[in-house]
């Protein structure tokens, strides 16, 4: 699973029905959204550690996806990538170690909800601060593309377009709110196990008061495609920065209904994990905080493998060796 930015075309990552619905690069809600699912992911393999140190992998493969690199371009993007990936587990993973003791004393203390809001707040601090230096990772893999790799990464960026739409716009509303149904389920009981008779229900309840916004996501999302597609295929000497300023303005460009509905998902996503949780079993209990440790406890370790690294192996060393 990958999360960044609707930048260079790589979308955020959350579950596929439950980001068209509460999420847009930008949005509070969908970076707190994105960032859940991702520790949801991480703590949901028994082998974070494996995991984690194979990212490198992960995001190759994905990129594969809309372009393909010849072997110089890959050794450089691979060179920014590690350097990425070290900066990530010396500064950031101390930060998910520390959200994740405070996790546990959150349920200690009976899951109340300022704390619970507080540390949404934090968890989008912590996307905010990834997704710069991965929007530039991404600019500068842009940066090394011939004509005829950028032409075909748009192509391939807009056939993946028309396959969401033909795939998203086609369910009615009832397979719609199923769709996400099913996928709060399967997050929720990954972490806590099969969910009891009243948390089914309240999943179902917070579901159906959640607004569709799969349209507004989809059209939202075609009109930046093809203003991303413009700039790439126009390549003035200054596109890295029009596509920096075009994520800038990407929220402020929302229609105001779509930004409503953000919002108000948002809040109905918070208050029903909270809901969840407050309902849970001994059992669920159990199994949550043995998960939780798992996981604070794998990312403790790769934060210490971080801390051998010399600092000067960041995002900016990169760029160093490269010019070298």
């Not at 413009?230 to 596109?239: K, N, Q, R, S």
């Not at 029009?242 to 303005?249: D, E, G, M, S």
């Amino acid at each position: 699973m990958m999360v960044g930015r609707h930048s260079f075309g790589l979308t955020t990552a959350v579950p596929s029905n439950a980001g068209e619905c509460s999420v847009t690069a930008g949005s509070r809600a969908g970076r707190v959204l994105a960032w859940c699912v991702l520790l949801l992911a991480l703590g949901g393999c028994s082998a974070t550690q494996f995991i984690y140190n194979r990212v490198d992998i992960l995001v190759r493969w994905y990129l594969d996806d809309y372009v393909t690199l010849d072997r110089d371009q890959r050794q450089r993007f691979d060179v920014r990538l590690d350097a990425l990936l070290e900066w990530h587990r010396r500064e950031e993973l101390p930060t998910y170690v520390e959200l994740l003791d405070d996790a546990l004393q959150i349920l200690d203390d009976g899951v109340p909800l300022d704390a619970t809001r507080h540390m949404a707040e934090r968890i989008e601090s912590a996307a905010i601060r990834f997704q710069d230096p991965f929007l530039e990772l991404l600019l500068s893999t842009g940066e090394d593309l011939r004509p005829e790799q950028r032409a075909d990464f748009v192509k391939n960026l807009m056939a993946r377009q028309e396959e969401f739409e033909a795939d998203r716009l086609a369910r009615s509303d009832v397979e719609y709110r199923e769709d996400l149904e099913a996928r709060f389920d399967k997050q929720l009981s990954r972490y806590m196990g099969p969910l009891g008779s009243e948390q089914t229900a309240r999943v179902a309840v917070g579901v159906n008061a959640m607004t569709r916004l799969d349209r507004f996501w989809l059209e939202d999302r075609r009109v930046w495609i093809e203003a991303l597609s413009d700039i790439l295929l126009t390549a003035d000497p200054d596109w890295p920065e029009q596509v920096r300023q075009l994520i800038a303005q990407r929220e402020d460009a929302l229609l105001p209904a779509y930004r409503e509905g953000i919002d108000h998902n948002g809040e109905v996503i918070l208050q029903l994990s909270r809901d969840v949780l407050l309902a849970r079993t001994d059992k669920q209990d159990r199994k949550l905080r043995g998960k939780l440790l798992a996981l604070r406890d794998d990312l403790a370790a790769l934060a210490q493998q971080g801390m051998a690294v010399p600092e000067e192996s960041g995002p900016d060393r990169a760029a160093s060796t490269e010019s070298g």
